[in-house]
């Protein structure tokens, strides 16, 4: 597998796990598991971004 293919896993993985702590915390009434998954998608997106842009200089 090459780099271009696990950071892009890598970052599609960090949405899919961010929104089903969001769907649990709605689900479960676990107040801090909404805003850890809506954080742990973002990371995961601002990574993959940074990634690309420094890919392309």
Do not use: K, Y
Not at 40 to 55: F, G, H, K, P, Y
Request: aromatic content about 10%.
């Amino acid at each position: 597998m090459d780099v271009e293919a696990g950071m892009v896993s890598g970052a599609v993985f960090g949405v899919v796990f961010g929104a089903v702590f969001v769907v649990v915390g709605i689900v479960t009434q676990e107040r801090w598991t909404i805003p850890f998954g809506i954080g742990l998608a973002i990371v995961s997106l601002a990574v993959l971004v940074d990634w690309r842009r420094e890919r392309e200089e």
